[in-house]
Nanobody, 124 residues
Framework: QVQLVESGGGLVQAGDSLRLSCAVS????????MAWFRQAPGKEREFVAG????????YYTDSVKGRFTISRDNAKSTVYLQMNTLRPEDTAVYYC?????????????????WGQGTQVTVSS
């Protein structure tokens, strides 16, 4: 059984930074593509960033390009999301997800496992 635990969320002001972590246990992390999604109140869950199994390919939604960076440490079975220059519209619950194909960016329902989420709140 694969388990994911996110951490690093919190309440910050606009312009601040946060780094989210997602620790993965079970399975074969080094073969997984990983992604971060977010869901704001009343909105659908949306893709934020993804990374391939070897870290060579990364993907971002347009609204976070240049501000967010996804990375992974295969030795620690952990994926990170560095979020800089945060905006109030980044407020959401952030989830990490496992992609068994190793790509990192797939359709929402193709991710095999999800974490429980971590709240990020950005005040103006």
């Amino acid at each position: 059984q694969v388990q994911l635990v996110e951490s690093g969320g919190g309440l910050v002001q606009a312009g601040d930074s946060l780094r989210l972590s997602c620790a993965v246990s079970g399975g074969s992390f080094t073969t997984y593509g990983m992604a971060w999604f977010r869901q704001a109140p009343g909105k659908e869950r949306e893709f934020v960033a993804g990374i391939s199994w070897n870290g060579r390919s990364t993907y971002y939604t347009d609204s976070v390009k240049g501000r967010f960076t996804i990375s992974r440490d295969n030795a620690k079975s952990t994926v990170y999301l560095q979020m800089n220059t945060l905006r109030p519209e980044d407020t959401a619950v952030y989830y990490c997800a496992v992609d068994f194909l190793g790509i990192g960016k797939r359709a929402y329902d193709e991710y095999a496992y999800w974490g429980q989420g971590t709240q990020v709140t950005v005040s103006s």
